[in-house]
């Protein structure tokens, strides 16, 4: 890919689209956000703001995280607490496409319909990529971030436009674009994490209690899988319980899958032979959580598995 050239016409088809106005952005720390973060910067300066959405479903640090990566690059971001508005849309819900769409509508009607009347902007730049829309079209999984190619006039429903300057990219164009414009390795590198973040990695009803199990596993196998170079590690909670025993005492507890994978673009995936030693530590590791009695190691290549289990 010719990153110069691209980025030259990126940068001046925002300049063109949103004129002399205001755009607003939403950065999760993930490299497609990250990249989209810089090249509005490099097309509208400090017309574009930049904001961090505090959605309660984000990974241990990440708030914090994030923030301090793009001050070292220059570019404020600001953390907004939108934490009781998500966790109330999912109160209740428990099937995939409906968690998915209460993501949605949260994101792009009551926290981005609220940002844009604050602050006056029309335009919100959206990191959505290639492998996003043609899972969604196909039927799928409906990505939370797509809108037009699902009949959705975010104009008409929500009153501001999308511009998606990566949509004709997959996540490697992505990532060597975010080496060319300088990224630190720490964002460049980084595992794909979806938008609905660990909402994505709890199967069955998104609660705190259950948050704060799979953020704790997710930690532990994010630390131990750190040196395999895969694509994507991942900690998921299931809705189903299985007995153990704890301090000698019968437990009815929580099932964590890992999942470790290989991948060029997302769209298939392979499973990733770890040694059995470092299985093992995790197993330990994660059945030392609360609750947690149980942890199973998927074997499931995409297809037939999807990534993520919701
Ligand atoms: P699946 O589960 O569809 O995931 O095989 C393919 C890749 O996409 C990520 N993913 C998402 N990314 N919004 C995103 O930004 C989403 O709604 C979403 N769902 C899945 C997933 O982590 C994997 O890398």
Known sequence: MDCKAFVEQQVDAIRRAVGDGLAINALSGGVDSSVVTVLGHRALGERLKTVFIDNALMREGEPEFVVEAFAGLGIPVQRVNARQEFLGALAGLTDPEEKRQAITATFYRQVFGRLVRETGARFLLHGTILTDIEETVAGIKRQHNILSQLGIDPE?????????????????????????????????????????????????????ERLATVRAATAVVEEELADTQAFQYMAVLLQDKATG??????????????????????????????????????????????????????????????????
Do not use: M
Not at 301 to 310: D, G, M
């Open 156 to 208: 008409q429903e929500y009153g501001y436009g999308v511009l998606e300057p990566l949509q004709t990219l997959r996540k490697d164009a992505v990532r060597e674009l975010a080496r060319h414009l300088g990224l630190p390795p720490g964002i460049t590198d980084r595992i794909p994490f979806p938008g609905p973040a660990l909402a994505t990695r709890i199967v069955g009803e998104v609660t705190p």
């Open 245 to 310: 025993i704890r301090d000698g005492r019968r437990e009815f507890g929580d099932i964590i899958v890992v999942r470790c994978i290989h991948s060029i673009d997302a769209r298939e995936a392979t499973i990733v032979q770890l040694p059995w030693a470092k299985l093992e530590r995790i197993c330990q590791r994660i059945t030392a959580l609360p609750g947690v009695n149980r942890c199973l190691y998927d074997l499931t290549p995409k297809p037939p598995a999807t990534i993520e289990y919701v």
